[in-house]
T-cell receptor, first 112, second 116 residues
Framework: GQQVMQIPQYQHVQEGEDFTTYCNSS?????IQWYKQRPGGHPVFLIQ?????EVKKQKRLTFQFGEAKKNSSLHITATQTTDVGTYFC????????????FGKGTSLLVTP | KAGVTQTPRYLIKTRGQQVTLSCSPI?????VSWYQQTPGQGLQFLFE???????NKGNFPGRFSGRQFSNSRSEMNVSTLELGDSALYLC???????????????FGPGTRLTVL
């Protein structure tokens, strides 16, 4: 079953509003990755976080990895219609080898 | 560089049949992972191969199997199909740079399997 929980499941915002999705794991992760999937498309890699407390920014997107390496968040500032899609986090555990455990994703809808 | 390719893109089968899906990774990528994506369960890890060896397997029944060839191309097979196997099957390849883990996954377009 899913080992990485992600909330919310859906989010509907007006263009220009901010958006945040959260991931939580019951076990410590060695690293976490974030992906975006547009409707009808396939997941596309956004970023990988490895270090405890790490914060990375990509233009309007800010990614955080918790101090305990059990949670992560993706924050989008001033959403645009091009941000529409489903955002997934995917965690790797140190003892699970080469396996990515995906959260169920947060579907973001942005209305102009 | 060409991306990850998967064939066929769409497939319709009936219960009890078996199916083989194919994946060609990005040139130079030796790690290939397979995922099942459904609306209810999201993206679930099936297995990962590197240099023709399965390094990890997800929590799926033995009806799901895979293999990797010397050119890194991979196939997955599902035998005795059930209605619940209807899903989008995604293949992803990656370089193996991160020690003990998977790097950025490059996904293919997927194979949409419908079981009737």
């Amino acid at each position: 079953g899913q080992q990485v929980m992600q909330i919310p499941q859906y989010q509907h915002v007006q263009e220009g509003e901010d958006f945040t999705t959260y991931c939580n794991s019951s076990t410590t992760l060695s690293n976490i990755q974030w992906y975006k999937q547009r409707p009808g498309g396939h997941p596309v890699f956004l970023i990988q976080l490895v270090k405890s407390g790490e914060v990375k920014k990509q233009k309007r997107l800010t990614f955080q990895f918790g101090e305990a390496k059990k949670n992560s968040s993706l924050h989008i500032t001033a959403t645009q219609t091009t941000d529409v899609g489903t955002y997934f986090c995917a965690g790797q555990r140190s003892n699970s080898g080469y396996a990515l455990n995906f959260g169920k994703g947060t579907s973001l809808l942005v209305t102009p | 560089k060409a991306g990850v390719t998967q064939t066929p893109r769409y497939l319709i089968k009936t219960r009890g049949q078996q199916v083989t899906l194919s994946c060609s990774p990005i040139s130079g990528h030796r790690s290939v992972s397979w995922y099942q994506q459904t609306p209810g369960q999201g993206l679930q890890f099936l297995f990962e191969y590197f240099s023709e060896t399965q390094r990890n397997k997800g929590n799926f029944p033995g009806r799901f199997s895979g293999r990797q060839f010397s050119n890194s191309r991979s196939e997955m097979n599902v035998s005795t199909l059930e209605l619940g196997d209807s899903a989008l099957y995604l293949c992803a390849s990656s370089l193996t740079l991160l020690a003990g883990g998977l790097n950025e996954q490059f996904f293919g377009p997927g194979t949409r399997l419908t079981v009737l």
